[in-house]
């Protein structure tokens, strides 16, 4: 009967350690944590927002197999540290996607940058050979003054692209660009009158 | 016997114990798995659906329903197995899965509504524009006026530059700045415009007279300014019209020498100029100023509208040179060549001139009234 007993106690301390053998993978959660911030940090929730979101999703999925651990009587936390390393890969893909995406955007931007200068430096040539003087110089202002207008624009979109906000430097490109093409097409009108009339 | 008898005893009582174990175990309360992962699903959707921007409290009391949930699971889980109650637990994702699809419900219905008015108020703002480019483009406005009308055309592009990539939030920003622009600078040209329309009632009478004067087979000019028209009537209907360019301030009276502005008024040709005569090709003076000129002129003077010491100006022609699209003259009216011989062969000296802000109503002219 007392060896009995003792075979009972054995049996319950062996479920009690057994119970107590698996640990929380806190040291793989605290890295994971920091790669989802590391990916927010570069960007990921404007750039690539839907991978992002897949990504937080994917840590919330793990955060709940380790609540589900926690409550098992033996735990075993190996599929969990399985799932981090899966949610580290991913976060990394993440950062890596969010700085390609920004790249691009910075390519794209610099482009229109080079496009708008470019179309800013033709306008200020049209309104050097518009007429002068009289003919024409004072209503000119008011181009000119349309032409500071996207060169304001166009300065404001340095000043964003400084600041990392680079998709509303991106729509001011994109819209500098439009006006100056605008305006472009506008002198080239003005001094083409000009000219068939002074042929004449 | 006996021992036998005691091990039987013990096996049945370790099996009983054991099977009462295992019921105890099968009927002890399972954490629930499935739904908690529904949970996190309908919150993923709602995100989504962009819940976090357009249902942004609906959404968060979700979120807190299953930060709750979690916190419920992990006190159960400090409790022994057989001693667990999900109860609470179940009432929290209950809520999770509740508010996230009512966030999700919000946040699409906002998001259609607040996508549709976004597409009202631009196409409402081009419409603005076109308004701007038909009516007010041409008049001479205050620098400030264009300049907040070009800025307005830029942040409206950006505006629908960030709608089409699916940022509503930026849009709608560049949107509301692009609205205050444009409405600004229209209001402001319509009031410049309304103001200057003032006088119209007059300048109908001065046209009908012209037209009246020419009943009897004479010439004579009228210069709609608003119109850029410069048209010549044979007893009493248009015999020609020709397109004019005008003073770079040309909206509004003359007041002074140097001011740009055309002058407004009844006046006659005094000379015809051609060959080395005149820098113009060819040109049609006119009798600015005449008495009703200087005598508001000496008005302004005296109510010190405009400086002691300001000239009254002269030398207004009729003259060619124009067909520049803009108005680029001291206050002169520009033809284009050709349509400068057709005039100068058309009048001749005395030939009446008269020049007006404009025979159309403001309302025809913007097709509204100015006070609606």
């Not at chain 1, 430096?121 to 032409?147: F, H, M, R, S, W």
């Not at chain 2, 109908?204 to 012209?210: F, G, L, P, W």
Request: glycine share 6%.
């Amino acid at each position: 009967m007392r060896t009995k007993f003792l075979t009972l106690i054995a049996a319950l301390s062996v479920a009690v350690l057994l119970s107590s053998c698996g640990k929380v993978p806190q040291a793989e959660i605290d890295a994971a944590n920091a790669a989802i911030e590391a990916a927010k940090t570069a960007g990921a929730d404007v750039y690539v927002t839907a991978d992002f979101t897949a990504l937080q999703d994917s840590m919330s999925a793990v955060t709940q197999s380790v609540e589900a651990q926690n409550g098992k009587l033996i735990k075993n936390y190996s599929k969990v540290t399985e799932q981090l390393a899966v949610v580290n890969q991913l976060a990394a893909e993440v950062t890596t996607k969010t700085e390609a995406r920004k790249e691009e955007v910075k390519l794209e931007v610099a482009a229109l940058q080079t496009e708008v200068a470019n179309l800013l430096a033709q306008n200020n040539e049209l309104v050097a050979q518009a007429p002068k003087g009289k003919e024409g110089a004072a209503a000119l202002e008011a181009i000119k003054g349309d032409i500071g207008v996207v060169e304001a624009s166009i300065a404001d979109v340095t000043t964003q692209v400084a600041a990392d906000q680079l998709l509303p430097a991106l729509d001011k490109a994109k819209a500098a660009k439009e006006k100056a093409v605008a305006l472009n097409a506008e002198l080239t009108e003005v001094i083409a009158k000009y000219s068939s009339n002074r042929k004449k | 016997m006996k021992v036998r008898r005691r091990t039987i005893a013990g096996v049945g009582i370790i099996v009983l114990a054991t099977a009462g174990l295992a019921v105890w175990i099968y009927k002890a309360p399972k954490p629930p798995l499935n739904e908690m992962k529904m949970a996190l699903e309908s919150l993923s959707e709602a995100k989504k659906a962009e819940a976090q921007t357009y249902a942004a409290s609906t959404y968060k009391q979700a979120e807190q329903a299953y930060d709750s949930a979690m916190v419920c699971w992990a006190e159960e889980n400090k409790h022994f197995f057989l001693f667990r109650n999900y109860t609470d637990l179940n009432k929290w994702i209950a809520v999770t899965i509740e508010k996230a699809a009512e966030a999700e419900g919000l946040s699409g219905k906002r998001l259609k509504s607040a996508g549709s008015k976004l597409r009202e108020g631009i196409a409402l703002l081009e419409r603005k524009i076109d308004t701007y480019k038909r009516y007010y483009k041409h008049l001479p406005l205050p620098s400030n006026v264009s300049k907040a009308h070009h800025k307005g055309v830029i942040k409206l592009s950006e505006a629908k530059f960030a709608w089409e990539n699916k940022r509503l939030g930026e849009a709608e920003k560049s949107y509301q700045q692009a609205k205050e622009l444009i409405n600004s600078s229209n209001s402001k040209a319509e009031n410049l415009l309304g103001a200057w329309f003032s006088e119209h009632s007059a300048w109908q009478k001065q046209a009908q007279a012209a037209i009246q004067q020419s009943a009897n087979g004479k010439k004579v000019i009228v210069v709609d300014k608003l119109a850029h028209t410069c048209t010549v009537y044979q007893n009493k209907k248009a015999i020609r019209t020709f397109n004019a360019e005008l003073g770079v301030n040309w909206m509004g009276d003359k007041k002074k020498k140097g001011d740009k502005a055309t002058p407004e008024g009844n006046y006659q040709i005094t000379q015809k100029k051609s060959g080395a005569s005149t820098k113009f090709y060819k040109a049609l003076l006119i009798n600015y100023p005449n008495a009703d000129d200087r005598k508001r002129f000496q008005q302004n003077k005296k109510s010190g509208l405009i400086p002691a010491k300001a000239d009254i100006g002269n030398l207004i022609e009729i003259h060619g040179l124009g067909g520049k699209g803009l108005d680029w003259t001291d206050g002169c009216v520009a033809l284009k060549n050709d349509d400068m011989d057709a005039l100068y062969k058309l009048v001749a000296v005395g030939t009446p001139v008269v020049i007006i802000g404009s025979i159309r109503p403001l309302n025809e002219v913007t097709g509204k009234s100015i006070s609606e």
